[in-house]
C-alpha cells in the first residue's frame, strides 16, 4: 500500500526566511510522481512542484524546491523569501499510476509579517 | 473551460436528502477524479474516471454514493440519504495524465443538519 506522512502538522516561518516542510512516502513502485500542493483559505488546491522519480536532478520552481532522496523516500519542500501569500495548508502526494493520488494530512503554514 | 467548475460552492441539506454535485473539468482532460476533505483532514479518494474505461470506484465508501461521467466531460457525485458524517468539502479534479498532477476545482462544501 501507498502511504504518505507529513509529520508537521502545523509551521510557522518569518516573512523573507526559508522553511522547508517535511513529507516521507512508502512504496514499492520504481517508478512514480511526487507532488506539493497548496491550499489557502479560499479552498481552491494549486499545484507548487512536482518531481518525477526516475529525474535525480531536485525540481525547482522560482522561491520552491523540494530535496528529492528516492533511497529515504524524502520529499521535503523548501520555501525560500517566504511571503504573506504562502500561508497555506500545503499537501504532499503521490501516484504511480494515475489512477489515484495519495495525499498526506496536510501541513498549516503561517507566514509571520 | 479555463479551469475546473464546481457547483454548487455550498450546499446545506437536511439528513436523509439526496444532493448532487457536479463538475465541469478542463476540456480536453481525459481524467477526472472525486475526492472528499473531512476538517482538519487530507483527501480521501473516491472515485476515477479515465476515457470510456469503466470507473475506479474503490474509493466511494457506501452504496449511498455514486458517480457518472457523461460524453467524457462533465461528472455528477450523488450522495442519496445524506448523512452528518457526510458533512465535508468535495472536490473534484481533472488530468491529462499522471505526471503532469491534477487541476482542481474549488470544491462544494455539504454540511448535512
Known amino acids: 500500500a501507498q502511504t504518505v506522512t507529513q509529520s508537521q502538522p502545523e509551521m510557522s516561518v518569518q516573512e523573507a526566511e526559508t522553511v522547508t516542510l517535511s513529507c516521507t512516502y512508502d512504496t514499492s513502485e520504481s517508478n512514480y510522481y511526487l507532488f506539493w500542493y497548496k491550499q489557502p483559505p479560499s479552498r481552491q488546491m494549486i499545484l507548487v512542484i512536482r518531481q518525477e522519480a526516475y529525474k535525480q536532478q531536485n525540481a525547482t520552481e522560482n522561491r520552491f524546491s523540494v530535496n528529492f532522496q528516492k533511497a529515504a523516500k524524502s520529499f521535503s519542500l523548501k520555501i525560500s523569501d517566504s511571503q504573506l501569500g504562502d500561508t497555506a495548508m500545503y499537501f504532499c502526494?503521490?501516484?504511480?499510476?494515475?489512477?489515484?493520488?495519495?495525499f498526506g494530512t496536510g501541513t498549516s503554514l503561517t507566514v509571520i509579517p | 473551460g479555463a479551469g475546473v467548475s464546481q457547483s454548487p460552492s455550498n450546499k446545506v441539506t437536511e439528513k436523509g436528502k439526496d444532493v448532487e454535485l457536479r463538475c465541469d473539468p478542463i476540456s480536453g482532460h481525459t481524467a477526472l477524479y472525486w475526492y472528499r476533505q473531512s476538517l482538519g483532514q487530507g483527501l480521501e479518494f473516491l472515485i476515477y474516471f479515465q476515457g470510456n474505461s469503466a470507473p475506479d470506484k474503490s474509493g466511494l465508501p457506501s452504496d449511498r454514493f455514486s458517480a457518472e461521467r457523461t460524453g467524457g466531460s462533465v461528472s455528477t457525485l450523488t450522495i442519496q440519504r445524506t448523512q452528518q458524517e457526510d458533512s465535508a468539502v468535495y472536490l473534484c479534479?481533472?488530468?491529462?495524465?499522471?505526471?503532469?498532477?491534477?487541476?482542481f476545482g474549488s470544491g462544494t462544501r455539504l454540511t448535512v443538519v
Open positions: 502526494a503521490f501516484t504511480s499510476t494515475g489512477n489515484q493520488f495519495y
Open positions: 479534479a481533472s488530468s491529462v495524465g499522471p505526471g503532469v498532477g491534477y487541476t
